[in-house]
């Protein structure tokens, strides 16, 4: 990955998910913390890099989606190991609105234990699903490059996690 600092930082709540703060591409500190506190619930999509079709594919129909995530007061969070160069150029040509962020040395990635499940040093393709009381209420990991949950299954684990 090309020029990024490191910019993870990862405090451990216990029993529950793991805090995270990373930087986005326009210097802003995102931190889990913030989101949950102020959403019902919070959806962290891990993808493998912007590289990738299928998940250039993934992210658009996320984007697609996004205001039907807000309509239940979810936020959603998208990362990556890529660098914040790749990071922003790829929400530029895809127009995203929601957070995606860059962790370009995998510290959040290998924390939710996500990296490298398939053997090719990226992020698995896999979605937690945090409360607001910070606990995991749903969690998916890939099994493949193309293996993700559809857009009416995160849906549906949304309005279960607004509902509680």
Not at 4 to 15: L, M, Q, S
Not at 22 to 30: A, E, F, I, M, S
Not at 40 to 58: K, N, T, Y
Not at 119 to 147: H, L, M, Q, R
Request: proline share 4%; hydrophobic share 35%.
């Amino acid at each position: 990955m090309v020029g990024c600092a490191e910019t993870a930082e990862i405090v451990p709540i216990p029993d529950t998910v793991y805090d995270f703060s990373l930087t986005d591409t326009l210097n802003n500190k995102v931190q889990l913390t913030d989101l949950t506190n102020t959403n019902d619930g919070v959806v962290i999509v891990f993808f493998r890099g912007h590289f990738w079709g299928i998940c250039r594919q993934q992210l658009v129909e996320l984007e697609g989606i996004y205001n039907e995530f807000k309509k239940y007061n979810a936020e959603l969070v998208a990362i990556s190991m890529d660098s914040r160069e790749d990071t922003l150029s790829l929400i530029r040509e895809l127009g995203l609105s929601y957070h995606v962020l860059p962790d370009p040395t995998g510290k959040v990635v290998k924390k939710y234990d996500v990296y490298n499940l398939l053997g090719d040093g990226v992020a698995t393709p896999s979605v937690f699903i945090v409360s607001g009381e910070k606990s995991v209420n749903w969690k998916y990991i890939g099994e493949s490059i193309s293996d993700r949950p559809d857009n009416e299954t995160l849906l549906s684990q949304i309005r279960k996690t607004s509902a509680k």
